[in-house]
């Protein structure tokens, strides 16, 4: 079975914190993914990445950066956290296959802004 | 509004029993749908795909797609608890860099 693994699993920051979510995937798949899911909204893309070195936004990217220094490495960076950055973070990494990718998650990293 | 919109939002199922669940792209673009299932306080685990028009069945599940409408559909027969879960529904477009759009779900309970 594949495997994303990320931490912290959970957390709580202050208002203009910083904030970085990591995520290590032993797939040596290409492509990973950060997703945020809320209640009502389902689960949707903030950025995600090709490759090492690559990143690119998804649906929701407003404050929030992206970080892939590795095939492995994928973070997600909230540099001036606000309440409304609080939710359950997903990170997946695809193995690119025809027919759009396979989504291996992690098992989420719950995230409180006070 | 959501590109991939699911219904109903909830069902109950009786043990043994038949649950349909349904979904529908607003995005004409879409090549493939995925579904995916997400137990309370779990991560989601890809639980069939379907490319074609038609049906696929794997065990007690089957899927179905008309690429025509849009119109995907997921059926468990014989549900069991076990299958109590949130069922998340995903599109996927090539054009789009093979990105997965996720509709917001629907949350099957099984009653024994």
């Known amino acids: 079975e594949a495997a994303v693994t990320q931490s912290p699993r959970n957390k709580v920051a202050v208002t203009g914190g910083k904030v970085t979510l990591s995520c290590n995937q032993t797939n040596n798949h290409n492509n990973m993914y950060w997703y945020r899911q809320d209640t009502g909204h389902g689960l949707r893309l903030i950025h995600y990445s090709y490759g090492a070195g690559s990143t690119e936004k998804g649906d929701i990217p407003d404050g929030y950066k992206a970080s892939r220094p590795s095939q492995e490495n994928f973070s997600l960076i909230l540099e001036l956290a606000t309440p409304s950055q609080t939710s359950v973070y997903f990170c997946?990494?695809?193995?690119?296959?025809?027919?759009?990718?396979?989504?291996?998650f992690g098992e989420g990293s719950r995230l409180i802004v006070v | 509004q959501q590109k991939v919109q699911q219904s109903p939002e909830s069902l109950i199922v009786p043990e043994g029993g038949m649950a349909s669940l349904n979904c529908t792209s607003s995005?004409?673009?879409?090549?493939y749908f995925w579904w995916y299932r997400q137990h309370s306080g779990k991560s989601p685990k890809m639980l069939m795909s379907i490319f074609s028009n038609g049906e696929k069945e794997e065990g007690r599940f089957t899927v179905h797609l008309n690429k025509a409408s849009l119109h995907t559909s997921l059926h468990i027969r014989d549900s069991q608890p076990s299958d109590s879960a949130l069922y998340l529904c995903?599109?996927?477009?090539?054009?789009?860099?093979?990105?997965?759009?996720f509709g917001i779900g629907t949350r099957v309970l099984v009653r024994p």
């Open positions: 997946a990494s695809g193995d690119g296959g025809a027919g759009g990718n396979t989504l291996y």
């Open positions: 995903a599109a996927v477009t090539n054009s789009a860099g093979n990105k997965l759009t």
């Open positions: 995005d004409r673009n879409v090549d």
